[in-house]
């Protein structure tokens, strides 16, 4: 089945340990995003990647890192999580340039940073 | 990208046609129309899209007007699996980036 997963779903977590969420497609897909989603404010893009090793900032980088080694794969890593990035994650994959449209979604991660 | 406006909310009778409206004023010539949409907490679902053209697919209806500043997403049949938010975003077709915006509550009315 063609799929994004993600893992973990949820997560509670203190402040300053550092955490990785991972994210993976099965569909070849060379383009891949991290969002987090907010009350209020919608979804807004944290990281993306075009391809294996091209990795670039979307809306809110600030306090993430990500990295692309493998094409299937694209985890969002959080050096030292603070309060502010407690938020509904979600991974999305979608083909190259011109079928960027239809991005494909994992089924989000909650995480909580106290 | 060009910036969407869309009403924070609607309602529709379930089995009527529901009608999203979307402004999206400064939109350039290369820049596409998408449609997606959350149900509860899940991903988002990508529906449809367009550039000039109307577009229809199993889920959907899309007319973008002609001087392509607004569109409509237009689902015929509305029933309750379709409650959710739905959100219109313009982008190049090159371009990395999407912007979500806070989309449109519907809600679908028994």
């Known amino acids: 089945e063609a799929q994004v997963t993600q893992n973990p779903r949820y997560l509670i977590t203190v402040t300053g340990k550092k955490l990785t969420v991972t994210c993976s497609q099965n569909?070849?897909?060379?383009?891949m995003s991290w969002y987090r989603q907010d009350p209020g404010l919608g979804l807004r893009q944290i990281y993306y990647?075009?391809?294996?090793?091209?990795?670039d900032k979307g809306d809110v980088p600030e306090g993430y890192k990500v990295s692309r080694k493998e094409k299937r794969n694209f985890p969002l890593i959080l050096e030292s999580p603070s309060p502010n990035q407690t938020s509904l994650y979600f991974c999305?994959?979608?083909?190259?340039?011109?079928?960027?449209?239809?991005?494909?979604f994992g089924p989000g991660t909650r995480l909580t940073v106290t | 990208d060009a910036k969407t406006t869309q009403p924070t909310s609607m309602d529709c009778a379930e089995g009527r046609a529901a009608n999203l409206p979307c402004n999206h004023s400064t939109i350039s010539g290369n820049e596409y129309v998408y449609w997606y949409r959350q149900i509860h907490s899940q991903g988002p679902q990508y529906i449809i899209h367009g550039l000039k053209n109307n577009e229809t697919n199993e889920m959907a209806s899309l007319i973008i007007t002609e001087d392509r500043k607004s569109s409509t997403l237009i689902l015929p049949h509305a029933t309750l699996r379709d409650t959710a938010v739905y959100y219109c975003i313009v982008r190049v077709a090159t371009g990395n980036q999407f912007y979500f915006g806070t989309g449109t509550s519907l809600t679908v009315i028994p």
């Open positions: 990647s075009m391809n294996v090793e091209v990795t």
């Open positions: 999305a994959s979608s083909f190259g340039i011109v079928e960027l449209g239809e991005q494909y």
């Open positions: 569909m070849n897909h060379e383009y």
